[in-house]
């Protein structure tokens, strides 16, 4: 089955920095991965999604990369602000109908001011 | 947009109790629906894929027996966790995705979890 492995674990940055998050998936049939933002308690929110027929995607101060042949996708968050501070998940399935997402172990993101 | 709603959100119950999370999809249809647990500081694990009208197919490692799920309706699923102890106490999670929607525009849609603790 999938597994996803997810770098780092936990992330520091000023206010204003660029953060990136990075995942791995080992499923080469997997074409869809979404990056998830989950507050203390809360359901994930999904921030950004990418299919695989693309390369990257943007959408405002977020983007998301994905190298097919590497098997590896990336999160990147420019002129990071302290309410992006939240933990981050990363994830993998294939897109038809009745597949689970598999996720990643997280990233604890904090923004400091 | 797509609603899942999930309830209870937070049971405190004894140990030895069973207790029912409810999964509705409230305003589309889902042949199939997804169990996630999370415990502090972890990932979302999935521990089965449920499966409106047949049988609910679980993760290796996870009891079917304690976890029973019913998808009774193409807008229903429920976990029940049978006699519960103190390690089952989590964050459990439902997620569906939308049968009619096109696939190339098809998120998964989350429940707002059930927090269960058990005493």
């Known amino acids: 089955g999938e597994n996803v492995e997810q770098h780092p674990s936990t992330l520091s940055v000023q206010e204003g920095d660029s953060a990136v998050i990075k995942c791995t998936y080992s499923d080469s049939a997997s074409n869809y991965f979404p990056w998830y933002k989950q507050e203390l308690g809360k359901r994930p929110q999904l921030i950004i999604d990418?299919?695989?027929?693309?390369g990257e995607k943007k959408d405002q101060r977020i983007a998301v990369t994905l190298n097919k042949t590497a098997k590896h996708f990336s999160l990147h968050i420019t002129e990071t602000q302290p309410e992006d501070s939240a933990v981050y998940f990363c994830a993998a399935s294939k897109i038809q109908a009745g597949t689970a997402l598999i996720f990643g172990k997280g990233t604890t993101l904090s923004v400091s001011s | 947009g797509a609603v899942v709603s999930q309830h209870p959100s937070w049971v405190i119950c004894k140990s030895g109790t069973s207790v029912k999370i409810e999964c509705r999809s409230l305003d589309f249809q889902a042949t199939t629906m997804f169990w996630y647990r999370q415990f502090p500081k972890q990932s979302l694990m999935l521990m089965a894929t449920s499966n409106e009208g047949s049988k609910a197919t679980y993760e290796q490692g996870v009891e079917k027996d304690k976890f029973l799920i019913n998808h009774a309706s193409l807008t229903l699923s429920t976990l029940t966790v049978t006699s519960a102890h103190p390690e089952d106490s989590s964050f459990y999670i439902c997620?569906?995705?939308?049968?009619?929607?096109?696939?190339?525009?098809?998120?998964?849609?989350f429940g707002d979890g059930t927090r269960l603790s058990i005493l």
């Open positions: 990418i299919r695989s027929n693309v």
């Open positions: 997620s569906a995705r939308d049968d009619g929607a096109p696939y190339s525009n098809q998120p998964q849609h």
